[in-house]
């Protein structure tokens, strides 16, 4: 029988919708990572490392060969959506839109302590120049009027 295999490494990143701190309290914050990373478990996403500050998560997941990387993000979002209004936020929304990279096995604990460090590297820079870096780094063009959306 033929076998399909895959060594494919994801760095996900999106934001609270216009960057609300909804995630400032880490006693909610951490709660969320956490489910975040259940969420990935159930849709054979191994998690690596779930982190973020106030505004914004990043996800870095071991990614399966039979997931698309929308469908993924969609499922993130709309169960953690679904759990943070179950908990009384009532007003909670993700942003429309996420960046996925690609991350080489050989650069998966670079990556892993970059998220692990969100708060310390947040002091410095914005979550809009963060990912700005990211876009450019990885030779992506976008619109600045639809990039925060």
């Known amino acids: 029988m033929p076998q399909s295999l895959a060594a494919v490494y994801l760095h996900l990143v999106f934001s609270t919708r ?22 990935a478990r159930t849709l054979e ?21 039979t997931l698309s990387v929308a469908d993924l993000i969609k499922e993130l979002k709309r169960v953690s959506t679904l759990k943070m209004r179950d908990d009384g936020h009532a007003d909670f929304f993700w942003q429309s839109g996420y960046g996925a990279f690609s991350v080489s096995k ?27 870096a990211f876009l450019k780094k990885h030779d992506l063009v976008w619109d600045e009027r639809h990039v925060w959306e």
């Open 106 to 132: 050989s650069n998966l604990p670079e990556v892993a302590r970059y998220i692990e460090n969100q708060e310390e590297h947040h002091r410095h820079l914005s979550f809009q120049d963060e990912y700005r």
């Open 18 to 39: 216009d960057r609300r701190p909804f995630l400032a309290d880490k006693a909610l914050r951490d709660p969320m990572h956490a489910y975040l990373g259940g969420i």
């Open 45 to 65: 996403c191994e998690p690596i490392r779930v982190g973020g500050v106030e505004d914004h998560v990043h996800l870095l997941v071991g990614f399966p060969r």
